[in-house]
DNA sequence: ACACTATATTGATCGATGTCAATATCTTTC
DNA sequence: GAAAGATATTGACATCGATCAATATAGTGT
């Protein structure tokens, strides 16, 4: 976790991003893409990876594109989402120990 | 994210842990337990600082500990957090990126 | 313009959950 | 064991969210 208590504002923020994560369907859809060879998948493939409807998917993509953990990319009829590449690793940093430091200087 | 895509079975037990932290007052009981100089702090305390009835703390309390962030200690009248040394971690390395090799190799 | 396919939106339903008041349980102290 | 304080549980309520069927929108080709 952070070093200081977070704020009511900071929290709220990253709840929100964790709120996005906090989805089976939603982490499966996240790994899938990441998964691919060239890190980017069709809508179109996802519908029927993760066994949920049509509705439903373009709901999770929309909430993770929303969190600002998928770019979307529409390329004619299909639409091809990617895994942004910071805000992953900027989540990661949010939950990091705190320095050594902080608990060993007091 | 991790290098092959979830099972349903990991993506429920990652979406659950994630769960846990995707509410603004869980994240600011945690941070302020991990920002305590010794690490851990007393329920009293935490009831005042996040500004909700004592009811729902423990609630957040007990979702915390239950999701194996915070580990619980009795001490008198008094109960005592502290942040579970190596469950942040293991989320953090659940939201790592797959490894550079997989990309390059394909 | 029309048909066809892919994706998004709407509306409805049902279960999950954050919250508090009231109450219960646990622990120390007298 | 009674009293007092800290923590946990219960019950109720309101809101949120995952889901799907139905429909709408967007883009491609004829």
Do not use: F, I
Request: hydrophobic share 40%; net charge neutral; aromatic share 2%.
């Amino acid at each position: 976790m952070c070093d200081a208590p977070l704020s009511e504002a900071e929290a709220t923020d990253l709840a929100a991003a964790m709120h996005a994560l906090a989805d089976p369907v939603r982490l499966r859809l996240l790994s899938h893409v990441a998964a691919r060879p060239n890190g980017e998948a069709c809508a179109c493939e996802l519908v029927d990876v993760v066994g949920r409807s049509q509705p439903t998917v373009s709901h999770h993509l929309k909430v993770l594109h929303g969190a600002g953990l998928l770019e979307r990319e529409r390329r004619g009829t299909w639409v091809w989402y990617r895994v942004a590449p910071t805000r992953l690793a900027d989540l990661q940093n949010a939950l990091a120990p705190p320095p050594p430091t902080t608990r060993e200087t007091l």
